[in-house]
Structure formats: structure tokens, C-alpha cells
């Protein structure tokens, strides 16, 4: 069974920066895309990053670029969600997800394209 574990949470003020991990475990990660996701009250859940299973190519949300960055450890069966210049904005329930399917190389942005998700880490941004 796949399992997936959200650290790195927590309360911060505008514009500083927090690092989210992901650590995997129960199938091959490397053969998976990765992404995050996240989910503010009341609202939808919403895509914010994904990367490839290789790691080298990525792509995020327009709200996020440039401040966000994905990366991966293959080694450590991990992703990582890098976020800085931080905004109240992207205060939100944070959630990584794999892919569903292997090896995909169109990388995934909807909900529908992942089958398996961590437990969330809340991320507060004071203003």
C-alpha cells in the first residue's frame, strides 16, 4: 500500500519561506510524477506544482511561479516543495499526491490524474 507523509507546516509572516517535504513509501517513487496540491477554506482544492518522475521538468500554478519550486530525491523517496516570498494568499492545507499512472509524459495537473495523497500540513501565512 502507498503512503505518503506531509512535514514542514507551520506558521509564518508575509514574504518568508517554508520547505514542505514528502517522504513516499510502499511502491517505486521514481516511476511516478509527484505534485502538490492545496486546499484554503472554503475553497476548491487546487494544483500548485508537479514534477516529473525523472525530476527534470516541472511546472506550476500561475500564482506560485516563480516563488515555488518542486524538486525530488529519488534516493530518499521524498518531494519537496520549496516556498518562498511567501503571501496570506497561500495560506492553505498543503497535500502531496502520485501520479496514477507510471512513466507519464504529458505531466499531471488535475486531481483526477493522481490516486494517492498525504495527510496534509497546514501552512499559515500572517500578514
Known amino acids: 500500500q502507498v503512503r505518503l507523509v506531509e512535514s514542514g507546516g507551520g506558521l509564518v509572516q508575509s514574504g518568508d519561506s517554508l520547505r514542505l517535504s514528502c517522504a513516499a513509501s510502499g511502491r517505486t517513487f521514481s516511476n511516478y510524477a509527484m505534485g502538490w496540491f492545496r486546499q484554503a477554506p472554503g475553497k476548491e482544492r487546487e494544483f500548485v506544482a508537479t514534477?516529473?518522475?525523472?525530476?527534470?521538468?516541472?511546472y506550476y500554478a500561475e500564482s506560485v511561479k516563480g516563488r515555488f519550486t518542486i524538486s525530488r530525491d529519488n534516493a530518499k523517496n521524498t518531494v519537496y516543495l520549496q516556498m518562498n516570498s511567501l503571501k496570506p494568499e497561500d495560506t492553505a492545507v498543503y497535500y502531496c499526491?502520485?501520479?496514477?499512472?507510471?512513466?507519464?509524459?504529458?505531466?499531471?495537473?488535475?486531481?483526477?490524474?493522481?490516486?494517492?495523497w498525504g495527510q496534509g500540513t497546514q501552512v499559515t501565512v500572517s500578514s
Open positions: 514534477c516529473s518522475y525523472g525530476g527534470g521538468r516541472t
Open positions: 499526491a502520485a501520479d496514477k499512472v507510471p512513466r507519464r509524459v504529458v505531466l499531471p495537473t488535475q486531481l483526477g490524474q493522481y490516486d494517492t
